[in-house]
Each structure stands twice: as C-alpha cells, then as structure tokens.
C-alpha cells in the first residue's frame, strides 16, 4: 500500500506569516495534487504537477514538485484568515489506480 | 468549476433505516468515487466505479452497496442504517484520460441516532 505522509498535521500561525507543508512517499507518483477543504465541503483542487522539480505557483501558493516525484511541498506566503481548512495532498501512481491521499494539514491562520 | 452534485446535503435518521445517498455529475465522467470522512479527518474510499456496470470495493471496509446503470448517477445504499455509519460522505468523479484531476461534490453529512 502506497502511503503519504503529510507534516505538519496541525498548523496555527498568525496573520502574514509564511508557511510549508510537506507530503512525502517512499514511491514514485506519475502525478501529485493539492486540495484545499474547508468545513463542511469537499475538497477543491489547488493544482496538478507531474514532472519532477517542477514548481507552480497559484497566487500566494507556491507548489513544488520533488525531482524523484517521491514529495511535494506547499508554501504559503503572508498567510490569510482565508487560507484557513484542511489541505490534502493526493498522488496517483498510475493510469486508472485510485488516487492515494495523505490525512492532511489542518491549518488556522488567526488574525 | 466542478458540477457534481449531492443529495441530501444533510440526514438525520434513526437506527434500522434504509438510506440512498444521490451523487450526480453532468461532465460526463467515466470514474466516480464515493469516500467517508470524519470531520477534519482523511478521507477513506468506499466505493469506485470505472464506467457502468463497473463497480469495486475501496480500502475501508464498509456495508454500504453502490450501482452504477448509468454514467451521471452513482448512488450510494445503506440496508440497515447504525451509530457507527454517522460520518461526511463524498462523491467525487474524474475522465479516464489525462492526469485525472478529481472533483467533489460537496458532501452529505449523515448522522444516525
């Protein structure tokens, strides 16, 4: 069974401070995804990588993807009360498999 | 942005009932999922389905059933409804193709009594 581990699982900062969370595999992913969740929704996709080393950035979100694809990371910069929920990181392996998630980073960003 | 959609948003239901969770998608998705999640927990898959007539067991064990008979609609039945079932339930669905961004619907939130 493929595992992803997520760190930190819980996250409280203040307003403006800047933030990572990791999500780390002993197996390589043919992709990797973010989601965002707040309460009582579903999750949303942040963003998709594929390719390792690559970096995408979604605003203030700056997503990296590790070179052996094994990782990934998020960073938030000057965090907001809106960037509040539980962040999911999920990597498929391959084709038609299931994707696999991690348990999450639940992240409050006080103001 | 996503059109999934679920049915009841929220249930509250006594020991013993039977109970059908709606998912429905309008992208003409060929994979659907159904996952169970405490609140702020992770989330388990129950049930996943590659098209129709295809169904298979995730890896929580669950006494749920789901059918597939056609692409948009994959319902989620519980026979016999209990405490230990109270919990967020998400359908989700993806294309086959590509690098299957999953979308979700946003949940029904069942709790039994």
């Known amino acids: 069974t493929q595992l992803l581990e997520q760190s930190p699982q819980f996250l409280s900062i203040q307003e403006g401070e800047n933030l990572t969370v990791y999500c780390n595999s002993s197996?390589?992913?043919?992709?990797l995804q973010w989601y965002r969740q707040e309460p009582g929704e579903g999750p949303v996709l942040l963003v998709t990588?594929?390719?390792?080393?690559e970096v995408k950035k979604l605003k203030r979100l700056t997503f990296q993807f590790g070179d052996a694809r094994k990782d990934s990371s998020l960073h938030i910069t000057a965090a907001q009360p809106g960037d509040t929920g539980l962040y999911l990181c999920a990597g498929r392996n391959s084709g038609n498999t299931p994707l696999v998630f991690g348990k999450g980073t639940r992240l409050s960003v006080i103001a | 942005e996503a059109d999934i959609y679920q049915t009841p948003r929220y249930l509250v239901i006594g020991t013993g009932k039977k109970i059908t969770l709606e998912c429905s998608q309008t992208?003409?998705?060929?994979?659907m999922y159904w996952y169970q999640q405490d609140p702020g927990m992770e989330l388990h898959l129950i049930h996943y389905?590659?098209?129709?007539?295809?169904?298979e067991k995730g890896d929580l064990s669950s006494e749920s059933t789901v059918s597939r008979i056609r692409t948009e609609h994959f319902p989620l039945t519980l026979e016999s409804a209990r405490p230990s079932h109270t919990s967020q339930y998400l359908c989700?669905?993806?294309?086959?193709?590509?690098?299957?961004?999953?979308?979700f619907g946003p949940g029904t939130r069942l709790t039994v009594l």
């Open positions: 990588v594929v390719t390792g080393g």
């Open positions: 989700a669905s993806n294309r086959l193709a590509g690098y299957n961004e999953q979308f």
């Open positions: 992208m003409g998705h060929d994979k």
């Open positions: 389905s590659y098209g129709v007539n295809s169904t």
């Open positions: 197996s390589v992913f043919s992709s």
